[in-house]
Every structure is written in structure tokens, then in C-alpha cells.
């Protein structure tokens, strides 16, 4: 098992690993460690290891089926400075949102969709 300050990992499965890691890398700040795309690539932002897996990687093999081709509500938590300024930048850059900005007693979010329809939560805390 990894130690506590080791990086996070998570593991998106998406329907192309190029589409992913141009949104990730031109949108989100995410820098590209490795790629073997059409099946994966490794992404990473700070700590957090985002593992892009294609249909042909390992990782989409063993899922199931039935959960295969369905996105989940799960998602990744980016902080931001400012909420208002990145939604401005990614609109202008084409990235539609899948949610509008909502408030609340911690702080003030919006999701977006990669190409795969993976959830991205951009979260700035009241402060």
C-alpha cells in the first residue's frame, strides 16, 4: 500500500485517450507524464496521478460490462482561486459546463464533462 503522502491516483476510462489528454492538458493544467494512446495515457496535476484508460488498456478490460459505457456522479476536485475567472477562460475556449455555478455555506463549484462525459467538479472555498 502506498504511503499517506504519496500522490492520489485515479483512473478515468474514456473513448479517446488523445481527446482526454488535449482537455486535460490544454484546459486543466494537467501535465502528460506518459502516453500509449490509443489505450493510455498518465496525466498528472500537483498530487493527483489521472490515469486516461482507453478500451484497449487493462484497466477497461476489467470493468464490468454494465458499467462500462456509464459515467458515474463521481468526480475529481479541482480548487481554484477564482471560480468566476476560469469559467470566463474555459468558456471562451469551447469547454462546456455540465452544471451552472452553484454557492453554498463552503464555497461556490461548477462541473464540466471531459470528452468521455468524466465529471470535473472546479471548486473555490468561501474564504
Known sequence: MTTPDSPVGVRYLVDDV????????THLGF???MSAAPA???VTR????LLLSGAASSGAR??????????????IHLVVDDLE??????GSAGVDFASGLVSG?????????DPSGNLVELFQPKG
Open 18 to 25: 488523445d481527446a482526454a489528454i488535449a482537455f486535460y492538458t
Open 31 to 33: 501535465t502528460l507524464n
Open 40 to 42: 493510455f495515457a498518465d
Open 46 to 49: 500537483g498530487p493527483l496521478r
Open 62 to 75: 476489467v470493468t464490468p460490462a454494465d458499467l462500462a459505457s456509464s459515467p458515474g456522479r463521481n468526480r
Open 85 to 90: 475567472a476560469e469559467v470566463d477562460r474555459l
Open 105 to 113: 455555506s463552503g464555497g461556490s463549484q461548477i462541473l464540466l464533462a
